[in-house]
């Protein structure tokens, strides 16, 4: 190379890091260099990014005109945008690693003895980095051209230089210490490991939110690059882009490796626009039409790091075909004559100062179906979440209200007990969160699950799911890579008790449809009023026997918290001068007589409880024993009713507790009625 070649190709390569790139390339790496319109895209981004770094006289150089008008698709444009950090999500084996750990801070050091460090998963891959930069700044070829440029230090992980230019590699546990003007993280988590452990996401997260920001040198010119291929939708770009401060302070790029739709990058530099079609591929010159790629990888791997979709990571436990979504129109009547209704709750911690995330989920079961309406996942004190459940409980009759029972919900579980119907524990076992989700996604997969599209779209003209459902879904689709898992939990916790532990209800066998029946004409028959009092809770229910077809109707029921003195005025108000029997499990009111009201005692400790509960059983099986449709209240407890799962499970049947409430009551009506 003459003289005034080298000072002209010294000039070019340090005004332009693209030739830069295109000349050492293959300094570094023996492969033979493919260019591709992306790495001049990809490097003249990395060299906009930098021009805090950089003299006015290579940046007045720049094409700054605007686009012409004209059909570009997405644009991709960077220039004008006063940012010095970037997340740009690129396939793998895009040469990423390269352009920006290799040749970028090499580059940068023609300009300024600038502290460059990367930081990525491993050490291994951080050495690498550094490996290669020593090769490159050794090299004859760049020794040549820039021979005021030479390593004093190499330790493996850094290199320093004569003017006290520094560039580390480290992963990213090792960056304490260290302060830098360019920072460039580059597949923070490891790609196998980040799809099945959501530690492996959070330790990069509590890397990237308190680690790195303790580590530049100057705010105002540090240049921050997040490159990577997406893992998972909780990822860093995930975190970065739902982050609403931190998403404003990025420039955010994605490169598909099969465009799905019409793209146009501008080149920042050049101003030379690359428009890709819908379909076109990213790298065609090195990948072809990425079909043994995705083969080989397989559809979802494929999706998730190389179409930039982590919707599709193989280790989501829910799928997108196992979200059932239906219009309220058309499961309106299955709403309506529901069989059950419940709620399923994730408490906060109850002591907590601050307020922590509650999960809530709603649904109705008719059937074999269980209908999603409602799901809430919002920070909410203590006091406030149990509020809520008190809400639902006078909103809806009859309410099953689920509440897991360990930890603080065990607490709640007490508390609400004492004052309210239908709140019942959940045990569950000593399944993970994530193996929960697992078997209730079996229930999805069969379609047992339907999610309720209630609110109306005036601009699709269809109905959508509403906000909280929608929340749910993306939840659910995305976990466990999730920042909070409490409706999940709720939801699987939801569907297990629904349709695993229906197995362990006492009653589940002998009782169904069939002893349900619409109001029917029983005018013309005696009434009877059965009642337990547990506590301050009163428990109703007034049945009726045709004798003509010995059939014992059950026709109303009510429950209500309240005094001895007021619990018996609405007791004569229900029963309306009917026969009144006390079947409270514990001394309850008895031989109580006054004009308007006459009670009985009929005490269920009187007898065997496992005698009693086959008898009853019985008469269920031959549907002796008819409810009312309406009678929600009683219906729910003989659902509830359950052999505790704990010794089920070792082929003992102990009842989950012997106070059986409304069931009480139709034992008692065996009892007076006869069987």
């Not at 709620?343 to 109850?350: E, G, N, R, T, Y």
């Not at 699987?492 to 006492?506: G, I, T, Y």
């Not at 029983?522 to 547990?534: A, C, G, I, M």
């Not at 269920?604 to 929600?632: H, M, P, T, W, Y």
């Amino acid at each position: 190379m003459t003289k005034l070649e080298r000072v002209l190709y010294r000039s070019l390569y340090k005004k332009s890091f693209y030739e830069f790139a295109k000349y050492f390339w293959n300094v570094v790496d023996p492969q033979p260099f493919k260019d591709g319109v992306i790495v001049q895209f990809l490097c003249e981004v990395a060299e906009y990014l930098c021009r805090a770094w950089l003299s006015d006289d290579i940046k007045k150089e720049w094409y700054t005109k605007p686009l012409p008008p004209g059909n570009y698709g997405q644009i991709i444009d960077i220039r004008g945008v006063n940012k010095n950090k970037i997340n740009i999500n690129i396939p793998p084996r895009h040469s990423k690693s390269m352009i920006f750990n290799v040749l970028l801070p090499v580059w940068l050091w023609l300009h300024h003895p600038i502290k460059a460090v990367s930081v990525s998963h491993t050490e291994g891959l951080a050495i690498d980095f550094n490996t290669k930069r020593q090769r490159l700044i050794n090299s004859f070829e760049f020794q040549e051209l820039y021979p005021e440029i030479k390593i004093v230090i190499n330790s493996g992980k850094f290199l320093k230089d004569v003017r006290a230019g520094e560039l580390y590699s480290i992963n990213r546990n090792a960056l304490l210490g260290r302060g830098a003007d360019v920072i460039i993280n580059d597949d923070l988590t490891n790609a196998e490991t980040a799809r099945k452990d959501m530690e492996e996401m959070n330790n990069a997260w509590s890397y990237y939110t308190r680690t790195m920001p303790s580590r530049i040198n100057d705010i105002f010119k540090c240049i921050i690059f997040n490159i990577q291929q997406r893992l998972a939708p909780n990822d860093i770009t995930g975190r970065l882009s739902k982050d609403k401060k931190l998403s404003e302070q990025y420039i955010f790029i994605v490169l598909e490796a099969i465009f799905s739709q019409k793209t146009t990058l501008v080149c920042p530099l050049s101003g030379r626009l690359i428009t890709f079609e819908k379909g076109d591929f990213l790298w065609p010159e090195r990948f072809g039409d990425y079909e043994s790629l995705r083969l080989s990888l397989g559809e979802a791997t494929f999706e998730t790091q190389y179409l930039q979709k982590p919707i599709a990571s193989d280790s989501t436990v829910i799928k997108k075909n196992m979200i059932i979504v239906k219009p309220i129109t058309e499961v309106h009547s299955q709403l309506d004559s529901a069989d059950l209704i419940y709620a399923s709750h994730d408490f906060p911690v109850k002591d907590k100062e601050e307020s922590d995330n509650f999960g809530s989920v709603l649904g109705k079961r008719k059937g074999s179906t269980l209908y999603i309406l409602d799901g809430i996942e919002k920070k909410m004190a203590f006091v406030k979440s149990v509020e809520y459940v008190r809400v639902l409980h006078d909103t809806f009759p009859g309410i099953i209200q689920i509440i897991e029972d360990k930890a603080n919900g065990s607490a709640v579980i007490q508390q609400l007990q004492e004052e309210l119907t239908g709140i019942y524990p959940y045990n569950p076992g000593t399944k993970s969160k994530y193996q929960r989700l697992e078997s209730a996604s079996l229930y999805m997969d069969i379609k047992n699950v339907i999610f309720v599209a209630d609110v109306w779209d005036n601009l699709s003209q269809t109905y959508v799911l509403s906000d909280n459902l929608r929340h749910l879904v993306e939840r659910l689709l995305v976990y466990p890579f999730v920042e909070f898992d409490d409706v999940v939990d709720a939801f699987s916790q939801l569907v297990l008790f629904v349709f695993v532990d229906k197995q362990f209800s006492v009653y589940g066998r002998s009782f169904n449809d069939e002893n349900i029946t619409f109001e029917r004409d029983v005018s013309n028959l005696t009434k009877t009023v059965f009642f337990v009092k547990e506590g301050d809770i009163w428990k109703l229910a007034k049945s009726c026997i045709d004798y003509s077809t010995n059939t014992i109707y059950i026709i109303e029921d009510d429950t209500f918290r309240c005094s001895v003195e007021e619990g018996l005025n609405k007791l004569k108000e229900f029963s309306k001068g009917s026969m009144v029997y006390d079947c409270s499990f514990d001394e309850g009111i008895y031989h109580y007589y006054d004009e308007s009201l006459v009670i009985d005692r009929y005490s269920s400790i009187q007898d065997d409880l496992e005698d009693q509960v086959s008898r009853l059983s019985l008469q269920f099986a031959k549907k002796r024993i008819k409810l009312f449709s309406g009678c929600n209240l009683i219906r729910g407890e003989i659902d509830m009713f359950k052999y505790d799962k704990n010794y089920a499970e070792k082929g003992e049947m102990k009842f989950l507790s012997r106070k059986d409430g409304f069931i009480s009551c139709i034992r008692g009506m065996l009892k007076v009625y006869g069987e």
